[in-house]
């Protein structure tokens, strides 16, 4: 077996490599390659079924079954109790099923998703050594940083599934007279100790904030409201006293204004500018001190401080990777590690990832929505440049999300050649992809998907519903819905930042239509996962149910990014679903009636 090369990412780079993940998925594959030492076609492979626990004396063990490609398993990779944590909310927020693939792409993407993220994070923060960042390098990075732990080379080897133990030997630094001795002294034949030393102890106050954070993300799975997500975050942190205080603040349009707080009777009075909050705000990382007392950063918190009981604070960004919702802050009478840094930074992308899910959902189960009309004249919206450039009209037909922050459009073209206008559209960095779905003669229906600058996608990327676009040669017209509880002002004050000549013309709550009964739209989105509605969703809009199909399964499933088999399992599920939904309504037969298979 071919020794691998010895270069792997500092642990200073991995953390910042993860911080710059943006999704879920994207921060489940970089664990998987450089926490658990899985290769890009072992990561494709994966299932929820995989995971396994042992009973050891310590507690419980987890481990992932890898499978080779003929579905045998191949050995059994050990699974950091954090990463199962992650993986099992993964799972449960996406809605995967035991038997399907957690990362549903093909192993060459998994390497690009790695490459992309590295990208990304040496963009922000300047490491070069992130521009060589892959799954090759992660899987290094696992193998040193086990064998430095001391875990046994032969235990190394069976997980990571290197044959032979000389296959390590790049990944260990030669051994000196000190690292000998060090290894000879807890035998037999080392000479006996003068004194008795304590075993190392473990870290306790690591071993709370785990256990407290992992509380977190299982009492977050029924939250349905962003005030729900921020009462019950403060309240699980503070119950098991791992922190003796916690408080959340939203932050919009450039202000903060503080939500919930435990752990003292009053809130922190604090702003968005300067501080320790401005501070985390402005650089999207973690901001802490184990002197409250002495760090002119965190001086607002000195009464709440010593109301409450602690010395150490830290704040933590909340956001999903699109949009920052606000910030979490956390008082302890301890100190932080880095290690423990790190976990309250995944907490805050937890957090914000919930609030997004919980949002959408409010979205459409609503009665009653703000419906928001923008118009804008300029050409740095994707949809404007386009019906300027080739004095065309495109109307939107349908939406849904995309691969990676992507957004698949179906839309309406007429008035200009469709060659011509998907020939400019592909030469746009804005347009990873489009294609021609059906020509109707006078206009032809055209699938898009955008990732650049666009006004509908901004909306969108701030939680709107977009329901109308309209682009003419003069302007372009998009009607969103969002919540009632929006902060309107801020979001526009977001959208003008990326187009400036945008102005919002209209502005009313409205009902959402009545022959779509709350009863029955709760019903289908309590059933769907994410990924079956958007694939549901795609399939509907690209004529895939018509007679004469407006496009292949092969050509949907290249679309929305995963394969042909995957999506026929998301229409047959979904399909099921929805008829489940359609027929309990009417009386028919309940959920529990109808197979899976």
């Known amino acids: 077996m071919a020794v691998e090369s010895t270069e792997s990412l500092p642990a200073d780079s991995y953390r910042r490599l993860r911080r710059a993940t943006e999704t879920h998925r994207e921060e489940l594959v970089v664990r998987l390659a450089g926490e658990v030492g899985l290769r890009p076609a072992e990561i494709a492979r994966v299932r929820p079924a995989d995971v396994t626990s042992h009973e050891h004396e310590d507690g419980d063990h987890y481990f992932l079954q890898v499978r080779d490609e003929d579905g045998d398993v191949a050995r059994e990779a050990y699974l950091p109790a954090d990463v199962e944590h992650d993986l099992r909310q993964y799972v449960r927020t996406v809605g995967v099923d035991d038997d399907e693939r957690l990362v549903d792409v093909s192993p060459r993407r998994v390497q690009m998703v790695v490459s992309e993220v590295g990208d990304r994070a040496a963009d922000r923060t300047g490491d070069r050594a992130l521009r060589d960042a892959s799954t090759r390098t992660l899987r290094r990075r696992f193998a040193r940083e086990v064998l430095a732990e001391g875990v046994d080379p032969r235990a190394v080897a069976a997980v990571g599934g290197w044959e032979r133990l000389a296959s390590l030997d790049p990944f260990v630094d030669h051994a000196d007279r000190a690292d000998v001795a060090a290894a000879f002294a807890d035998t037999d034949l080392a000479p006996a100790r003068q004194t008795e030393e304590p075993a190392p102890a473990r870290d306790a106050r690591f071993d709370a904030a785990f256990d407290s954070v992992r509380a977190v993300g299982d009492a977050l799975a029924d939250v349905s409201t962003r005030d729900g997500v921020e009462r019950r975050t403060c309240e699980t942190l503070v119950e098991d ?63 709440v401080a010593d109301a409450a009981g602690f010395d150490a604070a830290a704040v933590v960004p909340v956001d999903d990777g699109e949009t920052t919702y606000g910030v979490l802050g956390v008082g302890v009478d301890g100190e932080f590690s880095d290690r423990e840094r790190d976990l309250l930074a995944d907490l805050g992308r937890r957090v914000g990832r919930t609030v997004t899910v919980v949002q959408q959902r409010q ?67 804005a347009v990873a992809d489009g294609r021609l779905v059906r020509d109707y003669g006078d206009e032809s229906l055209l699938e898009l998907a955008v990732s650049g600058p666009d006004l509908a996608k901004a909306l969108t990327d701030h939680g709107a519903s977009v329901r109308e676009l309209e682009a003419t040669p003069s302007e372009q017209r998009v009607v969103a819905d969002v919540t009632t509880d929006t902060d309107v002002r801020a979001l526009v004050a977001d959208v003008s930042d990326a187009f400036p000549d945008v102005e919002l013309v209209s502005k009313r709550e409205r009902d959402q239509p009545d022959e779509t009964s709350p009863a029955f739209r709760a019903s289908l989105h309590e059933s769907l996962t994410d990924k079956q509605a958007s694939v549901l969703r795609a399939a509907y809009h690209a004529g895939y149910f018509e007679w004469p199909r407006g496009s292949t399964a092969e050509e949907l499933a290249d679309a929305i990014g995963i394969t042909s088999p995957t999506l026929h399992n998301h229409l047959r599920r979904a399909q099921q679903k929805l008829l489940t939904a359609f027929f309990s309504e009417d009386g028919g037969r309940t959920d529990a009636e109808w197979p899976e298979n």
Do not use: I, K, M, Q
Not at 399 to 422: I, M, N, Q, W
């Open 241 to 303: 006293d791992a922190y003796a205080f916690a408080w959340t603040a939203r932050y919009s349009g450039g202000t903060l204004r503080a939500e919930t707080h435990v752990g003292a009777d009053a809130a922190l009075d604090v702003t968005a500018e300067g501080g320790a909050v401005g501070e985390a705000l402005s650089t999207g990382s973690v901001h802490a001190t184990d002197d409250v007392s002495d760090d002119a950063a965190f001086a607002d918190w000195r009464a």
């Open 363 to 429: 979205l459409l189960l609503a009665d009653t929505v703000l419906e928001l009309a923008f118009e804008t004249t300029g050409e740095r919206s994707l949809f404007a440049a386009a019906a300027a450039e080739h004095g065309c009209t495109f109307e939107l037909d349908g939406v849904v999300p995309g691969e990676e922050h992507s957004l698949l459009y179906f839309v309406r073209l007429s008035g200009a050649p469709t060659e011509a206008v998907l020939s400019w559209a592909e030469d746009r960095p």
